[in-house]
């Protein structure tokens, strides 16, 4: 059972290689799943793939925004101080 709680709430996306985990409390997961197939490290503050966490938020907001997945309201509030237009 999952509930949508402020601050316990999260949303995950996953490629073939890896998996992004995104909290509403602002915590993140970042797991190469080719090198770490029991995701035990997570890389989230690695400054080498920066760029692929940031892709993956990315895809993550996107198919939230675009599947209407009703976020938690915390979350939104503190997306839209973030993000002036964030219509979550």
């Not at 509930?3 to 996306?13: H, Q």
């Not at 915590?27 to 997570?42: C, F, G, I």
């Not at 940031?54 to 839209?80: C, N, Y």
Request: aromatic letters at 14%; a negative charge.
């Amino acid at each position: 059972l999952s509930i949508n709680v402020p601050g316990d709430f999260c949303k995950s996306v996953r490629t073939e290689r890896y998996r992004y985990v995104w909290y509403a409390a602002g915590h993140e997961e970042l797991y190469d799943l080719q090198a770490d197939p029991h995701a035990w490290r997570n890389l989230a503050q690695k400054a080498d793939v920066a760029e692929i966490k940031a892709a993956l938020k990315d895809q993550l907001f996107t198919w939230l925004a675009i599947s209407e997945d009703p976020m938690d309201p915390v979350a939104a509030g503190r997306h839209r101080r973030f993000y002036g237009d964030w219509q979550g």
